[in-house]
């Protein structure tokens, strides 16, 4: 094989007739497959390290995967914190509705639980209204006026403070969390454009984690906000980082959409700074083929409905909804057990102190990022190095392994500890188990489902998102019931077992996921990047 330096700063790699009658017989289960193997055969753009690129970039200059680095993490930078400003609004109140309770007439503690649970609802069925506009106006638009409206439902919020009030701050809720999880949805389809495979696995890690924080640390810095000011501040808040994504997202997001085909005829946006950015926000549909708005967004209205009830997506959702929607209960749920005083059964936490004590999630969170950051590439192209090169998504889903392990200890603690009134110490490495496992789950599962449809990357997070939401909506209505049949300790005891048995059903996916995956009802919208060479170096991993 002979490596030549490219002017783009990649390594062509040339294969000889041998080497590439090897490649070919190792074979592709479809004929795109087999194009794609005989197209990148001959010559291969390696990193460094040898890890042949996937997707191959074109010869574009205007082609995402061309840009500098510096440009990718920019935009990348503001995507993220545009996703952890959507996202950490919409249950802002997460750790304070108790304080809420004697505001409105006639309402108690669970009608204002039950303005978390439609921030959730919001969250579950935004993207499916919301994110077919990309087809029209592009992603970068899309998130743009999601975060406007976000900003303006916490106006909203903060002045729905009168005795009557309540339905209209419920709403306001429900509102803000359609808004609100639009930027963390769309920011996958940016990771996908601009990322190689062998990257992805990073910023998935970066990007998710930074998601969820968004959701426990959202709540506890409005935690520390209520303690010496009226409720009302944790939504006042919230406009600075909102705000702040706004202008970022403005000042430096670039459409990142690119058609690889051959002799495709790219869209033409304006070189000029100030031209280009009122050709990608007002109203953004300079930034998709004209002709087609229409059916795209026809297209990508349904086809989450198609991925959601694909074999492999309830599969991997079954996964995500009890390994997400369990950590997500224990958050929603903590003010409950918590702030009561200790001869009511609780720990007699203010909101100060309870804001104190959801920092060991954080901690948990943290941890996981960096072991995401330095091993969900890692691992699963060391195994492709193993199993001769090529690669399987089901490489990614070795990073499950580890966590689901750990997770059920972590709920059996958990309900334990609040069962039989344990030390808060022992509470606090619960909720850093709990956390720091989720969060090694959470973005494996995503970057697997999305790379099992490269074509639709949004539209999988759309998907997914459904079953990640669902079980949180849900145990908000069934939490305090389950409770009161099983104990909150077998309740959370039979979280653990639900767990084991998901992990089952995963390990499945794990060693049968190529199988799985052909069961799609749809093959227009199953495109994977199965069977292709990505390891060319024997150098790499050893």
């Known amino acids: 094989m002979s490596r030549t330096p490219h002017q783009d700063g990649f ?24 194009i794609n193997d005989v197209r990148t055969s001959y010559e291969q753009k390696t990193d460094a390290n040898g890890i042949i690129l996937i997707p191959q970039p074109s010869d574009d200059p205007a082609d995402p995967l061309n840009w500098p680095l510096r440009k990718k993490i920019i935009i990348f930078a503001c995507i993220c914190l545009s996703g952890f400003a959507g996202q950490m609004s919409p249950n802002s109140n997460q750790l304070t509705f108790m304080l809420q309770v004697p505001n409105y007439v006639g309402r108690t503690s669970d009608d204002l639980l039950n303005s978390v649970a439609a921030g959730l609802a919001g969250w579950m069925a935004g993207p499916f209204i919301i994110t077919p506009l990309a087809g029209a106006i592009g992603r970068p638009a899309v998130v743009l006026y999601s975060l406007i409206g976000t900003f ?38 940016f990771i996908m454009d601009m990322f190689f495979l062998h990257q992805r696995g990073k910023a998935f890690a970066l990007f998710e984690v930074l998601i969820i924080f968004a959701v426990v640390g959202g709540g506890t810095l409005g935690g520390f906000i209520a303690e010496t000011n009226p409720w009302t501040y944790v939504f006042w808040w919230t406009l600075g980082p909102i705000g702040g994504a706004i202008i970022s997202v403005f000042l430096f997001v670039e459409d990142t959409t690119f058609d690889r085909t051959p002799g495709a005829i790219q869209r033409q946006l304006p070189t000029g700074y100030f031209a280009n950015r009122m050709a990608t926000f007002f109203i953004g549909t300079r930034t998709q083929p004209s002709g087609q708005r229409l059916a795209t967004v026809k297209f990508r209205a349904i086809s989450p409905i198609k991925i959601v009830f694909t074999p492999v ?90 966590p689901g392990i750990i997770l059920p200890i972590g709920l059996g603690i958990w309900g334990a500890g609040i069962e039989h009134h344990l030390d808060i110490v022992l509470l606090a490495f619960a909720g850093f188990l709990i956390w720091f496992s989720a ?31 669902s079980f949180g909506i849900m145990s908000v209505f ?19 077992f639900f767990v084991v048995f998901v992990n089952i059903v995963m390990l499945f996916v794990i060693f049968k996921g190529h199988l799985v995956r052909q069961w799609s009802f749809s093959k227009s919208i199953a495109a994977a990047e199965d069977g292709e060479r990505i390891v060319s170096s024997p150098a790499y991993g050893a």
């Open 11 to 34: 390594v062509k790699e040339s294969l000889s007739e041998s080497q590439l009658a090897t490649t070919l017989s190792q074979g592709s289960s479809t004929k795109k497959e087999s």
């Open 152 to 189: 303006a439902c916490q106006i909203w919020a903060a002045n729905m403070d009168g005795p009557d009030d309540f339905m209209p701050f419920l709403f306001s809720r429900l509102v803000c969390g359609m808004f609100g999880v639009i930027p963390a949805i769309m920011g996958v389809g």
């Open 313 to 402: 997506t309830i599969m991997v959702g079954m996964y995500v909804f009890v390994a997400l929607g369990l950590p997500i209960m224990q958050a929603s749920t903590m003010a409950v057990y918590m702030m009561p005083p200790e001869v009511a059964g609780g720990y007699g936490l203010s909101s100060l102190r309870l804001a104190f004590f959801t920092m060991t999630a954080w901690l948990g969170m943290f941890a996981a990022q960096l072991y995401g950051y330095l091993f969900n590439d890692k691992i699963p192209l060391y195994v492709a190095k193993r199993k001769g090169g090529a690669w399987h998504p089901e490489y990614r889903l070795s990073n499950v392994i580890l």
């Open 439 to 469: 969060l090694l789950i959470l973005p494996v599962c995503y970057n697997y489902i999305v790379e099992c449809f490269t074509d639709n990357p949004v539209e999988a997070a759309v998907a997914l998102n459904g079953y990640r939401i």
């Open 478 to 496: 069934v939490s305090t019931r389950w409770d009161e049949a099983v104990g909150v300790g077998w309740m959370w005891g039979m979280g653990a």
